[in-house]
């Protein structure tokens, strides 16, 4: 009897629409959720070397397409695609120079290769008579640091691997003659990487004599600080050029400029306020 | 035998096409032939021609790439190829996940897993919304989202240039054929079969019934992998019309009254 007299509910069809967009919704967010969790995890893989002419790692994860024709070009076998389970973002191309470094072609042939632009080949070209060509010495691959304390010419001995290794040799690696106070009689021959030459390459790296290597590639974001603007270098014409046109008198107002220092050191106004 | 040719001959001639693709592939990497380079997802034909995924290119473009005209013209290439002509072909006649699910399908007949199994709801829309996610998802991450997670990229990248852990998701989705839902990848899921399924809605290629022919054995349907595409069997003649339709032939081939047939889509006589 009481079933009789309940109101029958009507399910329309807008109400079924709705409520089926609305679930789709729910499972779509929950996997987006996991699955943009697992991109953003992915994409953050800052110890990777890509090959010359790459892009700022955020525009390239954006512009490789994973199709690995660079791979294909480079004549050494030097790169690899990212496989699953490398930790590193699946697909892109990148190389580990202590197994095999970049032996700087001068045809950079990874480069043309690419075909999205994510190697860019204006990032690896100079200008040559007035024309374009490519200059694998431009290329930015990483920075090679050394760690002093396993590096043996920190130690005195005559090494000199790294230095010898360089394919711009004297350039990006530099020699360093300094006395050796604990023998007396000797001299540290210290390498000393130039950045803004280094390459990359990693042929350093694969040369150091050291079990692990103690000069290794690191991405150069990675391997480098960043001074603020503000400190110029006083003796360095071109950094001292930076003050030109900037007014020196620049006049600070706070609350205590504003009297003359004679004035607010000799009131004692404030100093007995709690 | 030669009714065995007979029989399987869309089936062998897309195993054929589909091995063919990565071995050529395959040959440019390992054995430097440069017949075709890269992968499925970009790649250069006879050292001029670029290719390239479009579904790939309209992921990047969601993370915001800006791109180089050489995989722009490629991706127009494939794209007018299949829209135009080929319909979603490139899910049985390229795609090498085909292959897997393939077999997961042959075993669960074998296995008579049908008539066991509990049923898992999963509507054939989902892929719709895979798709519409993995857009928005591109644009959040600014990452192309599927091409960081797609077995179909790693089993061909990976057949090209090394498997990795990569072995693991293909076996997934062969399990997950095999034990959860029959064609639960390729036809429920796969965002890149979902984007061709709707380039496809005008292609050319089609497969087309002859329904006087027709004796209602329902063969057709039994193998077809998206039954709903051949709503029109026994009812009119006419084209096969969906975009779900992969133009895998299989229907063509158990058809024994010559009631299925490849043609080209009717346009201008729409009774024909």
């Known amino acids: 009897m009481s079933n009789l007299n309940k109101k029958k509910i009507v399910i329309s069809d807008r109400r079924k629409f709705i409520s089926l967009m609305a679930q789709s919704i729910g499972l779509s967010a929950l996997g987006g959720m996991i699955w943009s969790g697992y991109l953003q995890e992915a994409k953050a893989s800052p110890l990777i070397l890509r090959p010359p002419g790459a892009l700022q790692e955020f525009d390239f994860l954006r512009a490789c397409i994973k199709c690995g024709q660079c791979v294909e070009a480079c004549p050494y076998d030097t790169l690899h695609l990212a496989k699953p389970g490398d930790n590193k973002p699946m697909g892109t191309p990148y190389f580990i120079p202590r197994q095999k470094p970049c032996y700087m072609c001068t045809d950079i042939p990874c480069v043309p290769a690419c075909p999205t632009g994510a190697l860019e080949a204006d990032k690896v070209s100079s200008l040559k008579d007035g024309q374009k060509v490519l200059d694998i010495e431009k290329a930015k691959m990483g920075l090679a640091v050394v760690d002093e304390e396993s590096c043996v010419a920190y130690w005195g001995i005559q090494c000199d691997a790294c230095y010898r290794a360089c394919p711009l040799l004297d350039e990006a690696i530099t020699l360093e003659y300094k006395r050796n106070a604990r023998t007396g009689k000797h001299a540290y021959l210290v390498p000393k990487v130039v950045s803004d030459i280094c390459t990359g390459c990693g042929m350093c790296e694969r040369a150091c004599i050291t079990k692990k290597a103690a ?28 003050l030109d046109g900037v007014s020196s008198d620049v006049t600070t107002k706070t609350k205590r400029s504003e009297l003359a220092p004679q004035d607010y050191l000799n009131s004692d106004k404030g100093i007995f306020d709690e | 035998m030669s009714n065995f040719f007979k029989n399987y001959r869309f089936l062998l001639l897309r195993r054929v096409s589909q091995l063919s693709i990565l071995f050529l592939y395959f040959a440019a990497n390992a054995y430097g032939w440069k017949i ?237």
């Open chain 1, 215 to 242: 000069i290794f590639v690191l991405p150069t974001a990675l391997a480098k600080g960043d001074i603020a603007d503000h400190y110029i270098k006083g003796w360095d014409k071109n950094d001292e050029s930076r």
């Open chain 2, 36 to 272: 075709l380079q890269g992968n499925l997802s970009a790649s250069l034909l006879f050292k001029t021609i670029p290719l390239a995924d479009p579904f790939a290119l309209l992921q990047m473009f969601s993370a915001g790439a800006l791109l180089a005209s050489d995989v722009l013209i490629g991706g127009a290439i494939i794209f007018a190829f299949y829209a135009l002509f080929a319909g979603r072909a490139f899910c049985s006649w390229i795609c090498p996940i085909n292959i897997i699910t393939d077999s997961a399908n042959y075993l669960r007949k074998i296995l008579y897993l049908e008539g066991v199994e509990r049923k898992i709801w999963l509507g054939k829309s989902v892929r719709f919304w895979v798709l519409g996610l993995t857009l928005i998802l591109s644009f959040i991450t600014g990452i192309a989202a599927f091409e960081m997670v797609s077995p179909i990229s790693m089993l061909h990248r990976g057949i090209v240039f090394g498997m990795g852990m990569g072995v693991a998701a293909v076996t997934c989705i062969f399990l997950f054929d095999l034990f959860a839902v029959k064609n639960g990848w390729c036809g429920h899921i796969c965002p890149l079969g979902a984007f061709y399924s709707l380039s496809a809605k005008q292609s050319l290629l089609r497969v087309k019934h002859n329904q006087p022919n027709c004796t209602l054995c329902m063969q057709c349907k039994a193998v077809c992998p998206e039954k709903q595409v051949l709503d029109i069997i026994g009812k009119k003649s006419g084209d096969i019309v969906w975009g779900e339709c992969t133009n895998c032939g299989r229907c063509i081939e158990v058809c024994q009254d010559n009631a299925l047939a490849f043609g080209v889509r009717n346009y201008i006589n729409k009774n024909g």
